[in-house]
Each structure stands twice: as structure tokens, then as C-alpha cells.
């Protein structure tokens, strides 16, 4: 079996949560005997190799319908549907204040293909995308797809509420690498209690900034682990100018050299405007950390009642979810749930099943 995976241009230059998943699954899946390779949307492919086609995030539809056109091949979508709409109306700017106050999600995704590819050079591969627009270019990619492959079901509820289309699905969890990630009693003698940690791209979507208003000046210690968006240095120059001397900032560091930051904290903390799940959180959580994470989006499929949620907007809300994270006990029943539901080993399973059902194999 022959599987190709086709990604946005900046997977790998640019680094963010899909780049985990689709590394680790790929990675996962050679070891169940699939063939896979992985293409950036903007490389030049020969598809006549490959069985089937498996395209990563439908929030860019532009990067797929060149692909599916040439290619005549069956596809499978990670649907990965995050949600930039309440970000972009509550905290854009200038004309993006106005555009986001008076048009659709839709419609402010397509202005940013627009202008990222006037500003960044990111070519729109797909020259039907421009006429078709977001909406129906998403519609589309729906509508041609085998198979869907949301994260949970939440998210495939919130993409049929918004497009309308009911499409054969398959939930595939995201995942840890067990490997790297699990809980151990060494670990227990390691933790600081007033060691708070935040590993995610700089980004505004992350909100980095009003974690930091939160914990400034407080008991606490922040280490914000991550590589700043390319197209956000002024949000992390920001972040960099508000934060006070209890909260320090580590670049971008590979998933290996993260165990150690893992073991010694006590809080992993995500108060991002929108998470799909949060894959460091689910990393923090097998570490035994306790975890305190956005209450947008679809994280409390995976967290339930184990994680202590906040309200992005409020820094009150997040400093009071962290102040009761470090004070609380590891949730043993949290980190078994994730080592028994959510790894990459699993993911990996579940894609094979929909891969062999897609075609036709015995499974």
C-alpha cells in the first residue's frame, strides 16, 4: 500500500501542531508495512506511485483541489478544522478588526490566502480556488472526499454545522509518542511546583501574551517553549517586552529535548483562543503534569474532567486555573487514559483501517 501525504508548503519551515501529527503518523504507519511519502503541496509529484491520497487541513482547500484535479486519485482529509473566528473578531486590529466585525470565517480565511500570497509569495496552486472562494473550495473538497478524518467528534459536528454536508468519517485521535512520553514515580521526585510551563508555536492564536499577563510578577516560574510564527515576530517581540523577570523564553526544541522540561514541571498550561486538542498538552499530561487548557474548541473530548480550563480572554481566569493545577493532585486516571487511547501507535491503527476500508482491502 502506497500512501501519499500532501501538506502546506510551510510544514516543516514553519512548525506546528499538524507537523507532529503528520511526522508521527507517517512514522507509525511504516512500521505497519505502509509506504508513505511526504510532499509539500507546492512540490511537483508524480501520483501514478501512489494508491491514495491523504491531505492534511481543510481550512486550506487551495493548497488540495490542484492535487485531486491532476491527480484522479482517491482521497482522505485529516480535517484538522480549527477555528480562527472568535480570535480574529476579539483581538484583530485595524482594517482585520473591521473585516473580522463584518464578514464570515469563510470569507476572512480567503482574505488571508489573498494576502498571504501577495505578502509571503505563498502561490495559490489552485486557480479555481480564487473563483470558487473558501466556502464552496471546502464544500468541495467535503464532497470529493472518500473518507474524513476529524481528531474527535466534536470537530466533525462543528464542520457539518458550518458546511452542511454529511461525509463518511472516521475519528483518528491525536496521539503521543509513548516512546518518549510516559509517566514514571522518578518523575514524581522531580517536580517543581511553581515550575509552569507552555509549549506551542508564538503565536496570537496560542495567547501567549495574556499568560503572561497572568503569571507576571506571581510565584510562579513560565518557561514559554516554542518557535515564534513567521508571520507573528511582532506579537513575539511583544510578549518578550511585557514579560517580567519570573517568566523566560526557549526557542523552538525538538520533541526528544522536551522530556526533561515535561518531568520537572507541575503545569502545562495552553490558554489558546482555539485547540483542536492541544498535542502538548497531551505530551504534559502522560509526564504528569496537570494540565490547564482553553475552554474553546474541542479539547474536553480528550480531557473530560481531568484538565482545569480557563477562559482565554481573562488573564484572572487563567492565573486562577494555573494557581489550582499546582495545587492539585497528578490525575493517575488521566495519564492511563492517554498511554491507552491517545498515541500515535493508535492513530496510526485507526488510519490503516480507514485506508483498507477506502480500498477494499480485507481489514
Not at 511537483?44 to 481543510?58: A, G
Not at 526557549?250 to 492541544?278: C, N, R
Request: glycine content about 4%.
Amino acid at each position: 500500500m502506497n500512501i501519499l501525504f500532501i501538506s502546506r508548503a510551510t510544514l516543516f519551515s514553519n512548525p506546528g501542531g499538524d507537523t507532529i501529527q503528520i511526522i508521527n503518523t507517517a512514522e507509525c504507519l511504516r512500521k505497519l508495512g505502509v509506504q508513505i511519502d511526504i510532499r509539500l503541496t507546492n512540490e511537483p509529484i508524480d501520483y501514478s506511485q501512489f494508491d491514495l491520497i491523504h491531505f492534511f487541513n481543510i481550512i486550506r482547500p487551495s493548497d488540495m483541489l490542484h492535487h485531486i484535479k491532476r491527480s484522479r486519485k482517491p482521497y482522505v482529509v485529516s480535517t484538522i478544522f480549527v477555528d480562527y473566528y472568535e480570535y480574529e473578531k476579539k483581538n484583530s486590529k485595524g482594517i482585520r478588526k473591521f473585516i473580522a466585525g463584518f464578514f464570515s470565517s469563510d470569507t476572512i480565511e480567503y482574505l488571508k490566502v489573498l494576502t498571504r500570497s501577495i505578502v509571503n509569495n505563498e502561490k495559490i496552486i489552485s486557480p479555481s480556488y480564487i473563483f470558487l472562494g473558501q466556502k464552496k473550495s471546502v464544500k468541495k473538497v467535503i464532497l470529493g472526499a472518500r473518507m474524513l478524518l476529524p481528531n474527535s467528534e466534536n470537530e466533525y459536528r462543528r464542520l457539518v454545522s458550518q458546511y452542511q454536508i454529511i461525509q463518511n468519517y472516521k475519528i483518528i485521535p491525536n496521539g503521543i509518542n509513548e516512546s518518549l512520553f510516559s509517566h514514571s514515580e522518578e518523575i514524581m521526585t522531580l517536580k517543581e511546583d511553581d515550575l509552569v510551563i507552555c509549549v506551542a508555536r508564538i503565536e496570537p492564536l496560542k495567547n501567549q501574551l495574556n499568560l503572561i499577563n497572568a503569571l507576571n510578577d506571581t510565584r510562579f516560574r513560565l518557561l514559554i517553549i516554542g518557535k515564534p510564527s513567521m508571520n507573528q515576530k511582532e506579537y513575539y517581540i511583544k510578549c518578550k517586552e511585557r514579560a517580567a523577570s519570573n517568566i523566560s523564553f526557549i526557542d523552538y526544541i525538538p520533541q526528544g529535548a522536551l522530556v526533561k522540561y515535561y518531568a520537572k514541571a507541575k503545569v502545562h498550561v495552553l490558554p489558546s483562543w482555539f485547540e483542536t486538542t492541544g498535542l502538548s498538552s497531551l505530551e504534559a499530561a502522560a509526564m504528569s503534569c496537570n494540565i490547564v487548557i482553553t475552554d474553546k474548541g474541542d479539547a474536553k473530548e480528550y480531557f473530560k474532567d481531568y484538565a482545569y480550563y480557563c477562559d482565554p480572554e481573562s488573564p484572572e481566569s487563567i492565573f486562577r486555573a494555573v494557581k489550582n493545577a499546582a495545587a492539585g493532585l497528578i490525575s493517575k486516571e488521566l495519564i492511563q487514559m492517554i498511554i491507552s487511547r491517545y498515541t500515535w501507535t493508535v492513530a496510526a491503527e485507526k488510519t490503516l483501517e480507514a485506508y483498507k476500508k477506502i480500498l477494499s482491502i480485507s481489514v
